[in-house]
């Protein structure tokens, strides 16, 4: 295999190659642990419940915020597009009509 001085130099660093450019190692291509086991549908859903339970929620409040600014957001950025849309098309017509 040809390859350039900081290839041999980075592959010999990894212990892949000696001095000469030989392999010294071979790689492991497969892993050689079994599977672990499959939880039963109700340790899964112990163990979601659980997990829910460290979630910090947001009050109502907050989430009545959130949902406004996300909403006036969209309304802002559909009305530019909008906006840009119209303008492109029209300046396109009046190119092409005459």
Same mark, same amino acid.
């Given at each position: $295999? !040809? $390859?350039?001085?900081?290839?041999?130099?980075? %592959?010999?660093?990894?212990?892949?190659?000696?001095?000469?450019?030989?392999?010294?190692?071979?790689?492991?291509?497969?892993?050689?642990? @079994? @599977?672990?086991?499959?939880?039963?549908?109700?340790? /899964? %859903?112990?163990?979601?419940?659980?997990?829910?339970?460290? #979630? =910090?929620? @947001?009050?109502? =409040?907050?989430?009545?915020?959130?949902?406004?600014?996300? %909403? #006036?957001?969209?309304?802002?950025?559909? !009305? $530019?597009?909008?906006?840009?849309?119209?303008? /492109?098309?029209? /300046?396109? %017509?009046?190119? /092409?009509?005459?």
């Amino acid at each position: $295999m !040809a $390859m350039n001085r900081q290839q041999k130099r980075l %592959l010999q660093r990894q212990g892949e190659i000696d001095a000469e450019g030989a392999p010294v190692r071979t790689r492991n291509r497969g892993a050689s642990t @079994p @599977p672990a086991e499959r939880t039963s549908p109700g340790q /899964f %859903l112990r163990e979601v419940r659980g997990e829910l339970r460290k #979630v =910090a929620w @947001p009050s109502r =409040a907050e989430t009545v915020n959130y949902s406004i600014v996300v %909403l #006036v957001t969209v309304i802002v950025l559909t !009305a $530019m597009i909008y906006g840009l849309d119209w303008v /492109f098309s029209t /300046f396109i %017509l009046e190119l /092409f009509e005459s």
